[in-house]
């Protein structure tokens, strides 16, 4: 089985209990730890995420631990960032053995085509796609490792907080076919790539699973922060489940 699950916000200062939440995602991993061959973790998985040159944020020793015996295991496990992980120098690769990827991908899966992405950047806010350059560039993380590191770890958790308190109304809400960006996305890059079977994304906090008029599908995994969802694929059938 091919595993997909997206935006578990660990760490996010609007949970009541992060210890607890994060207990939730290694149970979920357990669950699928049996029949998993790969398991893609598309984006958002950490509320905040910046590696300093010696240290990397505080706490998820459990998540991390579990990612590292399922991967040493021989479970491969690939590590998409999203726009509030994006900050990782190499520890999550040389450490815990992830495949990170910072793009949009296009891979094989048992012989169909799959886009995966988080999904952030793909649509045409302007603002947000200044925001997210800034934060991919080299200056800025070179800047921002210079904060001291309690400072730079509070700066960027109430950044998060103010940033999803500021989209409540949007994240969680499916707009429809016609004005959800993602969708809009998936048709424009289909008539291109006719090729792909399946456009799968986090980013949203949505279940989607929409046919579009060729065979391609948009996928919308949902989160693991209120949906407690993720994706399956055998090789013949894609579906949506929850906890």
Do not use: C
């Amino acid at each position: 089985m091919i595993y997909f699950v997206s935006d578990a916000h660990l760490g996010s200062l609007l949970l009541e209990d992060k210890i607890e939440h994060e207990r939730k995602l290694v149970r979920w991993l357990e669950k699928v730890r049996p029949t998993a061959k790969v398991i893609y973790l598309l984006g958002d998985i950490f509320d905040f995420w910046f590696e300093y040159k010696t240290v990397v944020p505080k706490g998820y020793v459990r998540i991390l631990g579990k990612l590292a015996e399922m991967i040493d295991d021989g479970i491969e496990i690939h590590f998409f960032t999203g726009n509030h992980d994006i900050w990782t120098f190499g520890y999550l690769e040389e450490e815990i053995g992830l495949i990170v990827h910072r793009a949009p991908e296009t891979v094989d899966i048992l012989g169909k085509r799959f886009y995966l992405a988080h999904g952030d950047g793909l649509d045409n806010d302007g603002k947000f796609k200044f925001l997210r350059k800034v934060f991919h560039s080299r200056a800025a993380q070179i800047l921002f490792g210079y904060f001291p590191i309690r400072w730079g770890q509070r700066f960027g958790y109430n950044w998060s907080k103010h940033n999803r308190l500021k989209h409540k109304n949007y994240d969680g809400k499916y707009l429809g076919e016609f004005e959800e960006n993602l969708v809009i996305y998936s048709k424009n890059y289909s008539e291109l790539h006719p090729d792909i079977d399946f456009f799968i994304y986090g980013h949203r906090h949505v279940l989607l699973d929409l046919q579009l008029k060729n065979t391609s599908r948009v996928i919308i995994l949902g989160d693991f922060v209120s949906l407690f969802s993720y994706g399956v694929y055998d090789g013949e059938n894609f579906r949506l489940e929850s906890l």
